[in-house]
């Protein structure tokens, strides 16, 4: 890949080598419409934060220390173990419309603000496409950021996001012009459903970008990496 922003601190932008700091910009406004998860991708996992705060439980609750000691343990193994956990906090605290309520309560309008990548809403002010969120959070959660950043659409906890991709295309054959964004495998799933329709001439293009938490240390066959800082993205859409 080849660095269209120099790394600094957790702003960078690189791409693979048919993209130049000229015609990604071009690729971006073209988008008809974006694809994006939530967590790690646009912000500071609300996920975590939900759990960290005990959100729809309380930290001398016994589940709760039993949840939170199991998740310690097995944390570092990766995102496919993060979100299995995050499935079991789901199923243990947020599984009534009450807690789901503390949850959206939890997230104000400053919270949300506070947890944001720097740029992330500037960058959105400037692309032109169809916003979706593809997230396994809850839907009162990604309706809070989804409102927030002028999203029309969102999905919540998508266990597979493979299905809400293909349903999309399916229920929009005039988009044609896609762009994904993540930082898992789970997010690759709807970049490859994108990238079957675009070889079978069912949609025009697919741009896939990766948001990293190290510079060009992780492994992903997205188009675009950038840091968790989209000031890099905004800097190239304002110069071309």
């Known amino acids: 890949?080849?660095?269209?922003?120099?790394?600094?601190?957790?702003?960078?932008?690189?791409?693979?080598?048919?993209?130049?700091?000229?015609?990604?910009?071009?690729?971006?406004?073209?988008?008809?419409?974006?694809?994006?998860?939530?967590?790690?991708?646009?912000?500071?996992?609300?996920?975590?934060?939900?759990t960290s705060h005990a959100i729809g439980t309380h930290y001398w609750s016994p589940r709760w220390l039993d949840w939170a000691v199991r998740n310690f343990v097995v944390q570092r193994n990766g995102n496919g173990v993060e979100s299995a956990r995050w499935d079991a906090y789901v199923q243990r605290f947020l599984s009534t419309a009450e807690r789901r309520q503390e949850a959206k309560r939890f997230f104000t309008k400053e919270q949300v603000r506070a947890t944001l990548f720097p740029g992330v809403a500037a960058f959105y002010q400037h692309l032109p496409a169809v916003k979706v969120y593809v997230t396994r959070n809850i839907e009162e959660v990604v309706e809070s950021y989804a409102r927030e950043l002028g999203f029309t659409e969102w999905h919540g906890e998508e266990q597979c996001k493979r299905v809400p991709v293909e349903r999309y295309l399916k229920e929009h054959p005039e988009q044609q012009h896609y762009l994904v964004k993540g930082d898992s495998e789970e997010d690759f799933e709807m970049l490859e459903v994108l990238r079957s329709y675009q070889k079978r001439k069912k949609i025009e293009s697919v741009l896939g970008i990766y948001c990293a938490q190290r510079f060009f240390k992780e492994k992903h066959n997205f188009d675009v990496e950038i840091g968790r800082d989209y000031r890099g993205l905004v800097e190239l859409l304002n110069a071309h």
């Open 1 to 50: 890949m080849r660095i269209l922003r120099p790394q600094q601190g957790n702003l960078w932008v690189l791409a693979k080598e048919h993209l130049t700091v000229e015609s990604l910009p071009r690729r971006l406004r073209a988008a008809d419409v974006c694809l994006s998860d939530l967590d790690d991708t646009d912000c500071n996992s609300p996920a975590k934060l939900l």
